[in-house]
């Protein structure tokens, strides 16, 4: 695999990684609306690298169910923890933002809430459903957590039928035990597989790399989304959050993720994202098509 060592450790980020800063009326316009009415997007909280081109698209990504997981995945910035109460207002809270955004295109993910016994599902069904009320022209992408596979829970998403369903595969097989403690890399591959079986017209994944997977590794990922039918794969370079989290074993070059596209695209995927910046949302509102 093609990447940028120094003495086996990554040196300083690389040129490719370096990103301009967000620009555009439509970009300023949003920004103000954020700040003026507190809304939450991830785009902006998260600190995506792509926050100005999705938002002068006129798409952007929120996040449901609070900000504190029940999980403690060893690449994600979110907190870990007990989660706050569900707030039973946000769903329309959400749908409102969009509203006041002029929203195209919206993407819903959300922390993992293992204690709760329908694990938020509810809340993402409610969610979809205000959205769809009060912005009928507005596309959606549900980004969502595992359900710990349960298939009448993840019915609650194939009811409000978003236009493209997408759950992350996050890394290589070897790697999951390490990269998402409490997750299962066939369990992943079985909630994509049961989704496309109910119907949902476009399923979609994500891959990060640079936590220690070999090219190999990552082409067998690729064929195993293809062999459960998902239609959109996403590869992007992995950063750390903090000194806490998994280190960064290698920073990919721009022609080794060329590689991986042209060899998704020959696997069969309706659309591949990979580039270093490359986020799950990234061209989102492309992936409807």
């Known amino acids: 695999m093609d990447s940028v060592l ?25 920004r103000s609306l954020v700040d003026k009415y507190n809304l939450n997007t991830i785009c902006a909280s998260g600190s995506c690298p792509n926050m100005g081109e999705c938002w002068g698209e006129g798409t952007a990504t929120f996040m449901i169910l609070g900000n504190i997981c029940t999980r403690s995945c060893g690449f994600c910035g979110v907190k870990t923890g007990r989660p706050e109460t569900v707030d039973w207002d946000e769903p329309e809270k959400v749908a409102r933002s969009i509203k006041l955004m002029k929203i195209k295109h919206a993407v819903i993910t959300s922390v993992d809430r293992d204690d709760l016994k329908d694990m938020g599902s509810i809340i993402w069904f ?9 912005n009928p022209k507005t596309t959606l992408e549900t980004l969502i957590p595992d359900f710990q596979g349960n298939e009448k829970i993840i019915d609650r998403i194939v009811v409000a039928n978003p236009e493209v369903v997408s759950h992350n595969v996050e890394t290589v097989r070897r790697l999951t035990r390490e990269v998402r403690i409490q997750a299962k890399y066939d369990r992943s591959l079985q909630v994509l597989r049961y989704l496309k079986q ?47 989290h998994l280190p960064v074993k290698e920073y ?8 991986y596209e042209k060899i998704g695209k020959e696997l069969g995927f309706r659309h591949v994202e990979s580039g270093a910046l490359v986020r799950s949302s990234y061209h989102a509102e492309k992936h409807i098509l």
């Open 6 to 30: 120094e003495n086996n450790l990554p040196i300083g980020k690389p040129k490719w990684l370096k990103v301009k800063l967000p620009i555009g009326q439509k970009y300023t316009e949003l």
């Open 126 to 134: 409610e969610t979809v459903q205000a959205i769809r009320r009060m």
């Open 252 to 259: 990919i070059t721009p022609e080794q993720f060329e590689k």
């Open 198 to 244: 109910q119907g949902i017209k476009r399923t979609k994944s994500g891959i990060m790399l640079g936590l220690g997977e070999k090219e190999e590794e990552v082409i067998q990922t690729m064929q195993d989304l293809r062999n459960n039918n998902v239609d959109i794969v996403t590869i992007g370079q992995y950063l750390q959050p903090s000194k806490k």
